[in-house]
Nanobody, 115 residues
Framework: QVQLVESGGGWVQPGGSLRLSCAAS????????MDWYRQAPGKERELVAD???????NYADSVKGRFTISRDNAKNTVYLQMNSLKPEDTAVYYC?????????WGQGTQVTVSS
């Protein structure tokens, strides 16, 4: 059974930092590309960052220079370090694992940025 479990969300003031984690089980983690998506109320889900099996990364323009995605294949975990957070970063953040036609999602973790 495949499971992706996100953690690390919460409330933070503007300018603050959070680190999200996504622990995977039931898959050969090192073979999967891993993504972080987010969905704000009333908006479509959007890709925030992705990391390939080989460690190449891509970011949405809105988070470049502030967010960093990384992976630890020994721990079957992908991370999203979020710095200089803004109110517009408020959303539910989802972890996604992709390998060809296999596509799995976590349950999401809420991130709220407000003063």
């Amino acid at each position: 059974q495949v499971q992706l479990v996100e953690s690390g969300g919460g409330w933070v003031q503007p300018g603050g930092s959070l680190r999200l984690s996504c622990a995977a089980s039931g898959i050969i983690f090192r073979t999967y590309a891993m993504d972080w998506y987010r969905q704000a109320p009333g908006k479509e889900r959007e890709l925030v960052a992705d990391i390939s099996r080989g460690g190449s990364t891509n970011y949405a323009d809105s988070v470049k220079g502030r967010f960093t995605i990384s992976r630890d294949n020994a721990k079957n975990t992908v991370y999203l370090q979020m710095n200089s957070l803004k109110p517009e970063d408020t959303a539910v953040y989802y972890c996604n694992a992709v390998y060809y036609r296999n596509n799995y999602w976590g349950q999401g973790t809420q991130v709220t940025v407000s003063s």
